[in-house]
Structures are given as structure tokens and as C-alpha cells.
């Protein structure tokens, strides 16, 4: 009897649970000059009943909020309590390479990473998640995901709502997998469950005011086309990287994975008033994940994806009620925002050209169906060299029937065109993630590789559909340093596989060998041609003890196996 009484009072729960509806998550704030994370693995309850297995920074699941300020220096302390090794990226912002978190910048379980750098973005919303390689999408996809939202003085002198979580809501935005014991899964199209903020079917009350909404798509492949249910309009006031120079005025927004977008809602006057955000998946064209068909028409089939409910549908995100108005209420939206100078095409130095192209011997499971430049991603090879001080136009086309979320680490860009048609205004300011549409669709962006080189460590590009960033849609480029770069015509057998760092170096500089192995020797020469170091190596990588060197430019050769490399230093005094 009481066995079944609890059945049955369980049943009605679960049904309730079925329905009801769940108050938003708020991410809590870091601040100041320190901050801590503690990744670590814990549980949530998505489904009355289920403890699911999660991903977090200094909680079970999903990771704090970190306020920056531009221009401010920060130390992050990563401290890696997951039983898995990770890395930590921070998605937008423009950092050195040895601090960005890709894929190289392991932190093994059980270790502290604590990256410091200068804030030197402007005030937006960037984003941060892990870039193991072949298992981002995992790690992401389980929760470990936090906001990064950066201010300054240009936006504080504007009147736009400021009080986090008040009028000033972060809303990641996800669909994700559950299998039937509810553990988050994300290798299947299966992704029916919808949250903002890790929140199923959340609800949120907003004051009567204007708010703004920091609207990022952090789902693991899907297009969002957001909006809300009744079409009004908002006012889209930054992009990826950072404000735009006006609102502009919309009632759809379109986000790939990585995408952001702030918008201000204007809900003076409307206490009582509920509002949904959508994602109008009706409206997607063809050819982008998340519509009717993802590809250019039948047979681009991927398994299982036409029964999945959300694909060509619309589905709510969240609902807002509107609530008591919150002194001081920003009630209007501004005229104009901060003033961009967007760098012309015919600034750069050169056109870079990225092709997407389809994998036609059959993706294997950890080369997917798609490459970049004919190639799949290696760690071990670098896939492109900028030398520092470029402006460069990037144009990638896309030989692919699905429209790809291209981004880029070290800096944002300006889009200079889409399919030969220059950006829309939502589309005209700092951008770091770009949609490239399907078949044969063309992007052209312009960029600035004015500091942090390093001649080691790589920063990433990639396909931000994390299936295919896993899937090896990436490559990695090397900003060189100028002495690296402004060398080598007339030598034999030189290049880009002979890798050095620091620049300038001090008393000891690392040489890295990216194809070839020992047993070699490593050279040392003086610019006049003087022998001047000699050591035999028996690794790929050394640490060669330079202090005892005069100040100057040195020439470095490794020989071994048949090959040789040569490349430039710098080695500077100590002071
Ligand atoms: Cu958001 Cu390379 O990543
Ligand atoms: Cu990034
Ligand atoms: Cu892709």
C-alpha cells in the first residue's frame, strides 16, 4: 500500500516535472585581478530522478561568469580537478598564444594552469569552454562553459542596462542529447532537449525596462534563427567582439555555434506581459544545420537528423514575465553606440585562401567528412605562417553542401564581404566566428596580426560545429616572429618545420623539429659564419643553453637524418 501510494505520488511528480517549468541559472561572477576556477566533475538533476553526469568550474556544473575590465591585467588559476586531462580557451579574446587554451596548452589532470594577460578587448561577450582536442564537444557538451563579459569606459559612458542579472542577462544557448539513463550525450543528432543556461524549460522574471540580453549559441552543431513569439522587434547592440557603432533593429537574429549577439528589449510599461525567445528553426534556410534539409538538397543525409524534432521547427528557449521596474531603469535605446574604422581591403598585404571541402574516402572515426585545405588537423603540422605585423584578407570558400561556422583565435575581424555582398549591419562589426554558406558560399574577412608572436606555440581556426572541429576542421597557424619572417631566401632546406621560442631569448631557447627526429646536431653560427655551439640532440624538442652568447642574431641548424633546417634567433642580454 505504501509502496504504491509512492509510485503513485512519484508518477504525478514525474508528470508535473514533464511540464513544469524551471527558474533560469544565473552563472555566479568572478572579478578582480585572480580568479580561480576549479574544474571538477559532480552531477544535476535535468530529469526528476536522474542524477546526470556534468562538467563545471567551482560547482557541478556550467562555470562562473568572469568580469573584465579592458585594458586591466588578470591572472586565470585553472586547477584541473576532472579525472581527464583539458585546456582551457578563451573564446574571442585576444591573448598570446601560450595563454589562448588551445589544444596544445594541456592542463593534465591534477594541475594548475594560470595563464595572466592584459585585457585589450573591447567591452562584449566572449565565452570560454575547453579545446582538448577530439574531445571538446564532450567536455563542452557536459557543461564545462562560462561567460566572459569584458566592460570599459567607451560603453560605460553609454546608458545601456549594466546590472548582471538584473537588467543584463547572460543566455547560453544549447540543445543537447540525452540517452535514456539521462546522461548528456553528443555524438547523435539527437539533441531534442532545450536550455538556456542549462535550464530546461526556464522562466525568468524581467523588470519593465529596457534589458539586455547577451545571446550566445553554444550548441554543439545547431543554427539558432532566435526571435520572440509575438515578432517584436529589439535592438541588436554588439556583435562577437564587442559593440556595434548603432542598434540596429531586428525581430530575427540568426546565430551559428560561437555566435553572439547582445540585444536590448525595450519592456516599459508591460508589467504582467510574458514574452517567449525562439528559435524559429521554420525559417532556417536549407543548407544550415538545424533547417528542414542541412544540405543542398536529398541524398546530403545525415543519420537520423529528419527525426529529430527541433530540425525545421520552432522551440522556445525561455520565457520571460515581465515584473516590477528596477531603479534606475534605463528606458530608452541609444542612438548610436562606438565609433568602428573597419580596416579596407586594400590595407592588406596579402589574400589567404581557405577551401572547405568535403572528405570523399570516407571519414573514419576521428577524421570526419570534412577538411580544410584538403587536410584534416594535426597537431604535430602547422597548417599556415603569419608573419608578425600583417594585415591579411582571409577568404573561404566552401565546396561543402552545409554552411560552416568559421572561427578564428588571436583576434577579431572585420567581414568585408558574404557571398560578394558586403556585410549586413548586424554583420558590420568586430566579428570572431563567420557563417560560410553552403555550396560554394564565400566569406572574405580582414584581420590584423600586429603582436604576440611566438614562433612554438599555434593559435587555431576552425569549424565551430564542434562534431567537426573534433573531426579535424581546423588547422593551426604560427604568428611569426619578425626575425623568423623577415629571413631565409637563399637557404637550402629551410623552413617552417624548425621551430623556436622565446623571441628574443634571454638564456635558453627551445628548438622544436616537427618532421624529423634524432639522432641529429644542432648548430649554432653567428651571422658572420663562425661556428659558434654544437651540441648533438636526441629529441624532438631541446632546450639549448644560449646565455653564454653575445647579444645578436644567430643563425640555428639541425641536421640529422638526411635533412637539414636552418632558421634565425635573436638572443637578447638579460638585464
Ligand atoms: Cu570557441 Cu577555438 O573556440
Ligand atoms: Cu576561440
Ligand atoms: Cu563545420
Known sequence: MIKHTLLFVLGILGAFAAVAQNPLRIPDTLSGPVMDLELQSGTNVFYPGFATGTLGANGPFMAPTLMLRRNRPVQLRVQNNLNDTTTIHWHGLHVPASADGGPHSYIPSGTLWAPSFTVLDWAGTYWYHPHHHLHTNAQVSKGLTGFIVVRDSLEDALTLPRRYGVDDIPLLLQTKGFNAQKEITYDHPMDTAVMA???????????????????????????????????????????????????????????????????????????????????????????????TQPGMGPGQVIQGYSSNPLNGNDFTFITFSVGAIQAPAVQTIPSTLVNHQPWSATMADTTRVLTFMPQNMGPTAIQGPFMINNAHFDMNVINQYVPVGRTEIWELVNQTPIAHPFHIHHNSFYILSVNNQPPSPSLAGRKDVVMVPGGMGRVRFIMKFENFYDDVVPYMYHCHMLTHEDHGMMGQFIVQSPRVSSVEEGLPALGPSLLIGPQPATTQLKVQIKDGRGPATLRVYSLTGALVKSVPVEASVVDLEIADLDPSIYLIEWKGSGKVYRTKFLKQSGF
Request: glycine share 10%.
Open 197 to 291: 543556461n542549462g535550464t530546461l524549460r526556464a522562466v525568468h522574471t524581467l523588470p519593465a525596462q529596457v534589458v539586455r540580453l547577451r545571446l550566445l549559441n553554444g550548441c554543439s552543431e545547431r543554427v539558432l534563427r532566435l526571435g520572440f513569439h509575438n515578432n517584436e522587434s529589439f535592438w541588436q547592440i554588439a556583435s562577437d567582439g564587442g559593440l556595434l557603432s548603432a542598434p540596429v533593429s531586428l525581430n530575427r537574429i540568426q546565430l551559428g555555434p560561437g555566435e553572439r549577439a547582445d540585444i536590448l528589449v525595450n519592456l516599459s510599461n508591460r508589467v504582467g506581459q510574458s514574452l517567449q525567445l525562439k528559435s524559429f528553426g521554420s525559417e532556417l534556410p536549407n543548407a544550415v544545420y538545424g533547417a
